[in-house]
């Protein structure tokens, strides 16, 4: 039986709680599945990210345990020394 949702019926805004998520393995030629809402990294260091709207940027020594609340379309394996990665929708 699966968990009942009371708020299965509301409108999910940006600023809503995530409802989905997917482990992400970084790679230089491969998008993610989904956009992220958000960035879960476990284990601490450097993400270097393709932003949704376009952009590359490397966020430098995120520590472990942070929500990075990033749109991001792909995690570069190159420059990307953070693991445990969970993309948030």
Do not use: C, H
Not at 29 to 40: C, H, K, M, P, Q
Not at 56 to 72: D, K, S, Y
Request: hydrophobic letters at 45%; charged letters at 15%; a negative charge.
């Amino acid at each position: 039986m699966s968990a009942v949702d009371e708020f299965g019926t509301f409108a999910s805004g940006l600023d809503a709680p995530a409802d989905k998520a997917l482990a992400i393995a970084p790679s230089n030629g491969v998008d993610l599945e989904f956009a992220t809402r958000a960035i879960y990294v476990g284990s601490g260091g450097d993400l270097r990210v393709e932003m949704q709207g376009g952009g590359l940027v490397t966020f430098v020594g995120i520590p472990g345990g942070t929500v990075l609340p990033v749109r991001v379309a792909r995690v570069y394996a190159t420059g990307t020394t953070a693991t445990n990665l969970v993309g948030l929708r």
